[in-house]
């Protein structure tokens, strides 16, 4: 068990819907990362919260969005759903900060299937 | 930009086989380097991690030797067991702030027979 944990872990939805990914750190990381894993692209990375603040972007798209909230759990929206973004949803957390030299840890993933 | 490559997979072995997986890497600055490993139904693990030039990283018997010349991350192990079929991914990271941004390879998947 990694400490992050990611609700829910399955998700079947309509295209053109919108849905919520939700991803809590483990206790005492300020970092979380977002990263999208499919068949055709393989694992990218979306988007880096640090302490409730937007750190770094990725290949995220603009119908996508995320936040990290006072409590450091983290949300990531998908809205206007294609069947092209099925895939693997994983976050991950790290202490971050000036302690950079430490490991991220990955949750077990949400997979969204689009229909 | 950054970016890693990976030997093709799937990659095939009898227990107890001698394994490398390859990977090498382009990035600007000096990068972290990663072995991260997926079991089925899982998320990722961190296998093993190298930060300058020279180092090895090693756990589990897996060992990888953070080649700069080469620009290599070579991963091996001696001696496969049925235990390590999973997917492998190399992985770099610029550091500093966001050493969890990760860049990874393809993935190579791994499979031991008894």
């Known amino acids: 068990d990694s400490g992050v944990t990611q609700t829910p872990k399955h998700l079947i939805t309509a295209t053109g819907q919108r849905v919520t990914l939700r991803c809590s750190p483990r206790?005492?990381?300020?970092?979380v990362y977002w990263y999208q894993q499919s068949l055709d692209q393989g694992l990218q990375f979306l988007i880096q919260?640090?302490?409730?603040?937007?750190?770094a972007k990725g290949n995220i798209l603009e119908r996508f969005s995320a936040q990290q909230f006072p409590d450091l759990h983290s949300e990531l929206n998908l809205s206007s759903l294609e069947l092209g973004d099925s895939a693997l949803y994983f976050c991950?957390?790290?202490?971050?900060?000036?302690?950079?030299?430490?490991?991220?840890?990955f949750g077990q993933g949400t997979r969204l299937t689009v229909v | 930009g950054d970016s890693v490559t990976q030997m093709e997979g799937p990659v095939t072995l009898s227990e107890e086989a001698f394994l490398t997986i390859n990977c090498t890497y382009t990035?600007?600055?000096?990068?972290?380097l990663f072995w991260y490993v997926q079991y089925p139904g899982e998320g990722l693990q961190l296998l093993l991690k190298?930060?300058?030039?020279?180092d090895k990283g090693s756990n589990k018997g897996f060992e990888a030797t953070y080649r700069k010349e080469t620009t290599s991350f070579h991963l091996e192990k001696g001696s496969v067991q049925v235990s390590d079929s999973a997917v492998y991914f190399c992985?770099?990271?610029?550091?500093?702030?966001?050493?969890?941004?990760?860049?990874f390879g393809q993935g190579t998947i791994l499979t031991v027979h008894p």
């Open positions: 206790s005492g990381d300020l970092s």
């Open positions: 190298a930060t300058k030039a020279d």
């Open positions: 990035a600007t600055g000096y990068p972290s």
């Open positions: 992985a770099l990271s610029l550091g500093g702030t966001s050493y969890g941004k990760l860049t």
């Open positions: 919260y640090y302490n409730g603040e937007e750190r």
């Open positions: 991950a957390s790290s202490v971050g900060g000036s302690q950079s030299n430490t490991e991220a840890f």
